[in-house]
Antibody, heavy 116, light 113 residues
Framework: EVHLVESGGGLVQPGGSLRLSCGDS????????MTWVRQTPGKGLEWVAN????????NYVDSVKGRFTISRDNAKNLVYLLMNSLRVDDTAVYYC?????????WGQGTLVTVSS | DIVMTQSPDSLAVSLGERATINCKSS????????????LAWYQQKPGQPPKLLIY???TREDGVPDRFSGSGSGTDFTLTISSLQTEDVAVYYC?????????FGQGTRLEIK
């Protein structure tokens, strides 16, 4: 059974950085693309980034390009989202999800708050 | 970007009655080479992450009750719950995966009348 767990969220000032992690305690996820999706009350669900099984292909929404980096460590069953130059409008619950386009398993999410 | 627009924003239906949620994409999500619509539906209950219900516009995910069905093609899609149960109270989202960025509808809140 897939059980995704995110960590690393918290309060950060504008311009700051955070690194989110997502682990799978079930089957190894090296066979799957992995994705980060965020959710805010105002903008709803927003796809952020995804990464191919071997990490050779990555895609980002325009609003985070150049600021966020997705990566993975298949030996540790972990996927990461390094977030730099954070802005107030990056405030959201960040979910990791399994899949490149259709997301059949989701974590519970981690809250990122960007505020001074 | 493909804009996904759902209607209505909220809906109240009596137990046992049919609930219908609509989703319209700003451009087609039908890929002509395989005749598949790149459209999914999710259910989100309070305090929980979204749950995949339907993909390819009409294929139910394993374990999803058959009272949930998806229909439509091209730019217009519908999620139907044939007989509303109390556990179906949730927000429902459509999502296109025809092209990046992947985009979601704004959500439809479904309540019991």
């Amino acid at each position: 059974e897939v059980h995704l767990v995110e960590s690393g969220g918290g309060l950060v000032q504008p311009g700051g950085s955070l690194r989110l992690s997502c682990g799978d305690s079930g089957l190894p996820f090296s066979d799957y693309w992995m994705t980060w999706v965020r959710q805010t009350p105002g903008k709803g669900l927003e796809w952020v980034a995804n990464i191919k099984q071997n990490g050779t292909e990555k895609n980002y929404v325009d609003s985070v390009k150049g600021r966020f980096t997705i990566s993975r460590d298949n030996a540790k069953n972990l996927v990461y989202l390094l977030m730099n130059s954070l802005r107030v409008d990056d405030t959201a619950v960040y979910y990791c999800a399994r899949g490149s386009a259709v997301f059949d398993s989701w974590g519970q999410g981690t809250l990122v708050t960007v505020s001074s | 970007d493909i804009v996904m627009t759902q209607s209505p924003d909220s809906l109240a239906v009596s137990l046992g009655e049919r609930a219908t949620i609509n989703c319209k994409s700003s451009q087609t999500v039908l890929y002509s080479s395989n005749n598949k619509d790149y459209l999914a539906w999710y259910q989100q209950k309070p305090g929980q992450p979204p749950k995949l219900l339907i993909y390819w516009a009409s294929t139910r995910e394993d374990g999803v009750p058959d009272r949930f069905s998806g229909s439509g093609s091209g730019t217009d899609f519908t999620l139907t719950i044939s007989s509303l149960q109390t556990e179906d109270v949730a927000v429902y989202y459509c999502q296109q995966y025809y092209t990046t960025p992947i985009t979601f509808g704004q959500g439809t809140r479904l309540e019991i009348k």
